[in-house]
């Protein structure tokens, strides 16, 4: 990518000259006079000052938006090419906790396969206390958790953004609401995932820090999956369920099932891939290295 597109996007982020001057071992006015010949050569402003910080312009949010487009067809492009040139051969073990299996996981591998037909690939399911028991165990090469990290022995990368919302039926009084308070769903029976779901443990820390308690809800059902707590709101239009936004989007498309919007709640997690350092294989670096650039 050209440098100044570069130089561009950190200044963009950082919306600071001298923070991306440092990030990029180059001087204050270096990092200016390429901002200014890409704004010349634009022929548009793409920052304007206010007080002590800059903000960008309409034109620099386009551009910005642009630069992103630009790297993620240069990563995919270097991707490809590796992968024409390498055979790859043996087998990857992956584990995967519910949601992210049942959901996400299915559609990358498809793109994933693609690229390395040879490659087998076997994908163990279970809840995030499960998947980190089986790399201990050595039964998989890496997982695919909802949950925070709970041993200090593993290794982790970030994969992807989810956030957990209140889903209900579609036919639920509360969806002619436009925002709950907190205590409203202290009176809405509800369907919770089991004890070790990482789902769950979000759920928790982020009530806590409204202190709120699971005891304090009404909690009716315990059920060990995701499709069957879905499955179960669509037949009723009483109950309510904490869900990944990922495992609802085709109800949601469909008008079947409603999130009601939780004043001062809002529960966003990241969904990490964890691996043992001493353990890493190349299948192991190749599959991270697609995750990385081929970000669904």
């Not at 704004?39 to 548009?44: F, G, R, S």
């Not at 958790?145 to 579609?170: A, M, P, S």
């Amino acid at each position: 990518m050209d440098f100044r597109l570069k130089i561009f996007k950190i200044v963009a982020e950082y919306l600071s000259f001298t923070k991306a001057a440092k990030e990029l071992y180059i001087s204050q006015p270096a990092v200016s006079k390429h901002i200014s010949s890409l704004e010349n050569m634009l022929n548009t402003k793409l920052f304007y000052r206010k007080g002590n910080t800059i903000v960008l312009t309409e034109s620099g949010k386009v551009l910005l938006r642009y630069v992103y487009k630009f790297e993620q067809l240069n990563n995919e492009m270097n991707f490809e090419i590796n992968a024409l040139n390498n055979q790859i051969k043996g087998k990857l073990t992956i584990g995967a906790s519910t949601t992210i299996a049942q959901y996400i996981l299915p559609e990358f591998l498809a793109k994933f396969i693609n690229y390395y037909p040879d490659l087998h690939i076997q994908i163990i399911n279970g809840n995030t206390c499960k998947i980190e028991n089986e790399l201990s165990k050595g039964k998989i090469d890496l997982g695919l958790i909802e949950g925070r990290i709970k041993k200090k022995e593993y290794k982790h990368q970030f994969w992807l953004k989810d956030e957990i919302v209140f889903t209900v039926n579609i036919e639920n009084p509360l969806t002619k609401k436009e925002l709950l308070n907190i205590r409203d769903i202290q009176n809405i029976p509800l369907l919770i995932r089991e004890s070790g779901s990482g789902t769950l443990d979000v759920i928790k820390f982020h009530l806590n820090q409204l202190q709120i308690k699971l005891s304090d809800l009404k909690i009716n059902m315990e059920i060990g999956s995701t499709e069957a707590i879905k499955n179960f709101l669509l037949q009723n239009s009483n109950y309510g369920a904490f869900l990944s936004i990922h495992s609802i989007l085709p109800e949601l498309q469909n008008k079947k099932l409603a999130v009601l919007d939780i004043n001062s709640l809002q529960i966003e997690r990241d969904l990490n891939i964890i691996f043992l350092p001493d353990l890493q294989s190349k299948t192991n670096n190749l599959f991270m290295n697609f995750i990385k650039h081929y970000n669904f």
